[in-house]
């Protein structure tokens, strides 16, 4: 069983619409939570960073980290075209403080 | 300010060839880290460098093997190349090496093991 589950999707919604994107984790040593998007051919972007649970609001991107559940969730309100690309969950803590450990990923198209 | 950057984009190899991936950080970080991505995977930890000292390494064999020179470019080598090594590679630059460091990622080089 991988660390990190992801449902890779693909997940296709209307312009406008709410998108939620979660992951599981196993390791209740992780102690910080990312959220990056790529798009096709790019290296991974930053877009959430969180460390405690609770939800934190950035624009239209809201993360939320359950740490009880192990689960996390990353809200996109008033989707856009130009949200479409792939969003990879990421955590890393304990002894896997220095390196990143990544779900597989959600491909996500918005429709205009 | 400059971003981390990659060379080369992409590259071709026959299997049991050796390869060398580069990396440039971004300007004043002093930290960098190597991912494998599979096709339709999130990245995979492969290593990191932090002031030219290996920090930590992923379940990844002896033959990928790194470097990290003194301006903090850094290099991926693979030896004796697999048909599974065919991926994007991606590194990653940062401040520092600890969790709350952000690292950010070049473009990748893309990688086919014939």
């Known amino acids: 069983q991988k660390e990190v589950e992801q449902d890779p999707g693909p997940l296709s919604v209307p312009e406008g619409a709410i998108v939620s994107l979660n992951c599981t984790y196993s390791n209740s040593a992780f102690q910080y939570f990312m959220w990056y998007r790529q798009y096709s051919r790019k290296g991974p972007e930053l877009l959430m960073y969180?460390?405690?649970?609770g939800n934190k609001e950035d624009g239209r991107f809201t993360a939320q980290v359950d740490k009880s559940s192990k689960y996390i969730s990353l809200f996109i309100r008033d989707s856009q075209p130009s949200d479409s690309a792939t969003y990879l969950c990421?955590?890393?803590?304990?002894?896997?403080?220095?390196?990143?450990?990544f779900g597989s990923g959600t491909q996500l198209t918005v429709l205009p | 300010e400059t971003g981390v950057t990659q060379s080369p984009t992409h590259l071709i190899k026959t299997r049991g060839q050796q390869v060398t991936l580069r990396c440039s950080s971004q300007s004043g970080h002093n930290t960098v880290s190597w991912y494998q991505q599979a096709l339709g995977q999130g990245p995979q930890f492969i290593f990191q460098y932090y002031r030219e000292e290996e920090n930590g390494r992923g379940n990844f064999p002896p033959r990928f093997s790194g470097l990290q020179f003194p301006n903090y470019s850094s290099e991926l080598n693979v030896n004796a190349l697999e048909l599974d090594d065919s991926a994007l590679y991606l590194c990653?630059?940062?401040?520092?090496?600890?969790?709350?460091?952000?690292?950010?990622f070049g473009p990748g080089t893309r990688l086919t093991v014939l």
């Open positions: 990653a630059s940062s401040l520092g090496g600890g969790p709350t460091d952000t690292q950010y």
């Open positions: 990421a955590m890393s803590g304990g002894s896997s403080a220095r390196q990143l450990t």
């Open positions: 969180t460390y405690s649970s």
